[in-house]
C-alpha cells in the first residue's frame, strides 16, 4: 500500500464501535475536511491516548480500497530527529 504523511491538527477525536463492536478512533483534522481511521490492528490501542484534541502531528497514513486515511504512525511536531 502507498503512505502518505499528512501534518495537521487534531479537531476531533471521537471513539467509535465499528460492525463488529470493536473500537477504533476517528480523527477530524482542523484545517481539512479530512479525517483518519485508528484501527488496533494498525495502532496498538495503548498509544491512541497519545493523540490529543488541539495538538499537531505527522501522521503517516494509507490509503484504503475507498479512499479513507489509516493510521500506520504519527509522530509530534516537536519530536527532534538525531
Known sequence: MNTKII????NQKQLRPDRNGRDYLLLKLA???????VFPS???KERWEQLK????????VEESNNGSNLL???DTEETIFI
Open 7 to 10: 501534518k495537521n491538527k487534531i
Open 31 to 37: 484545517t481539512s475536511d479530512e479525517a483518519i481511521f
Open 42 to 44: 494498525k495502532v496498538k
Open 53 to 60: 484534541e488541539g495538538e499537531e502531528y505527522e501522521f503517516i
Open 72 to 74: 500506520v504512525d504519527f
